[in-house]
């Protein structure tokens, strides 16, 4: 891991944040607004852990690969023709070009443009023209085997790509354990996978000019819901909601006030087993850093976090439905697609305008709502310990 620079919070800095809440101040100004307090999310927060990077729908047939920039990292996400999903660093290991730019479906192998060696999309290298001279493609002192792609360790879950670029954190399994035991509740692991993914309008893409943790923020809290959102107030008020007991890498809200989308007197189908009674509950976890679900009888969205740099994030989002009896249900799917976009629309002056807010040397991390706030509170201090950790870690 390389962490050359200045982390902005050290313990001094932490000691103010992991206090009682009432009394506690949150991360300060620096850690949105500067490149270097990107780089040290990229290097302490994100890389020794798990990350959402993208969803497998993004690679539609076999024999494709995916290239994703992970906060100025190259990568690439590859399907093979046995359906394997793997990701790599997207770099040639001849003279380091960037491999590959574009989505593209190939011929089982990702070919280098600058001179012509081939990957299979397991990563093994598999030609290398010319190598030993012209006409020659090997060469007895060169050893294929020490130079395929580096593959990163990933994971797919409920369509989406996780990565675990230091390679060395928990196993994924324990690291979405703790969610999953928040969701018994409301659901079980054999109906989260009979969730489909709702095809062509239930994806979403938006980008915003805020630092990648605002948005966290803001889905952590529902204290904005009557001025931000105030349709969705009226159908789901604040007074509803609640606060999702914490888990070790995760928080977020609930509500006991969901209703379902209603189609000339239809509604969708709900996952078999999901009790009558908690029909009305939703609940709203992120799970850190990056990725924000929404789980309803319903319907289940994803929404992962693409942080570009430290004032722009691009939200991507999957909604999944319980049946995939294709027409019968599209304009309710519709419905439903169209009501999340505008939801997350509203959302985008108030994170953005938290971003240009911490511009202000008047603000130093401000101060928590002692109930509210709670959410917020707790990724701060998940955020904060990881990047004092890292400031007192020997180069
Ligand atoms: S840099 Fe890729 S083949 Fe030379
Ligand atoms: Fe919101």
């Known amino acids: 891991m390389n962490l050359p620079l200045n982390s902005p919070v050290n313990e001094a800095v932490l000691s103010r944040i992991d206090q009682p809440i009432a009394y506690a101040t949150g991360l300060p100004n620096e850690c949105y607004t500067t490149h270097d307090a990107f780089v040290r999310d990229r290097d302490a927060v994100m890389t020794p852990g798990w990350v959402c990077v993208g969803f497998i729908d993004q690679l539609d047939t076999q024999n494709f690969a995916l290239p994703v920039d992970f906060m100025g990292l190259p990568l690439v996400i590859t399907r093979d023709s046995e359906d394997v999903f793997r990701v790599f660093h997207n770099v040639c290991s ?57 593959e990163v360790r990933s994971a797919v879950w409920l369509g989406a790509v996780f990565i675990n670029l230091s390679g060395d954190a928990e196993p994924f399994e ?49 204290y904005h819901l009557p001025s931000v959102h105030p349709e969705l107030n009226r159908i789901s008020p604040l007074d509803q909601h609640y606060c999702v007991d914490y888990f070790d890498n995760g928080a977020g809200q609930g509500t006991l006030n969901y209703t379902r989308f209603d189609v000339k007197g239809t509604q969708l189908p709900t996952l078999d087993g999901w009790e009558p009674q908690r029909i009305a509950t939703a609940e709203y976890p992120v799970l850190y850093p990056n990725t924000f679900f929404g789980i309803h009888a319903d319907q289940l969205f994803i929404l992962y976090l693409q942080p570009i740099n430290q004032h722009e994030t691009i939200e991507h989002v999957r909604i999944y439905y319980v049946d995939s009896t294709g027409d019968e249900f599209k304009e309710h799917r519709d419905a439903i697609a169209a009501s999340w976009d505008s939801v997350f629309r509203e959302d985008v002056f108030a994170v953005e305008r938290m971003q240009t807010g911490r511009q202000s040397p008047a603000y130093a991390g401000g101060a ?21 950790a890292s400031a007192s870690r020997p180069e």
């Not at 020659?136 to 050893?143: A, E, G």
């Open 94 to 150: 001849h003279r380091g070009m960037h491999l590959t730019n574009e989505p593209c479906k190939n011929n089982g192998l990702l070919r280098c443009p600058y001179h012509n060696w081939t990957y299979a999309l397991d990563g093994t290298l598999r030609g290398t023209p010319h190598i030993g001279g012209y006409g020659t493609h090997t060469h007895p002192d060169f050893n294929t085997d020490d130079n395929g792609l580096k």
């Open 174 to 222: 324990t690291y979405t354990a703790p969610i999953r035991q928040q969701w018994t509740s409301l659901v079980t692991e054999e109906q989260l996978s009979r969730f489909w993914q709702g095809g062509e309008f239930s994806s979403l893409s938006l980008t915003v000019q805020s630092n990648w943790k605002l948005a966290v923020e803001n889905f952590l809290e529902s």
């Open 368 to 388: 928590f709502s002692p109930v509210m706030d709670e959410p917020t509170h707790h990724f701060h201090k998940w955020v904060a310990r990881k990047l004092a």
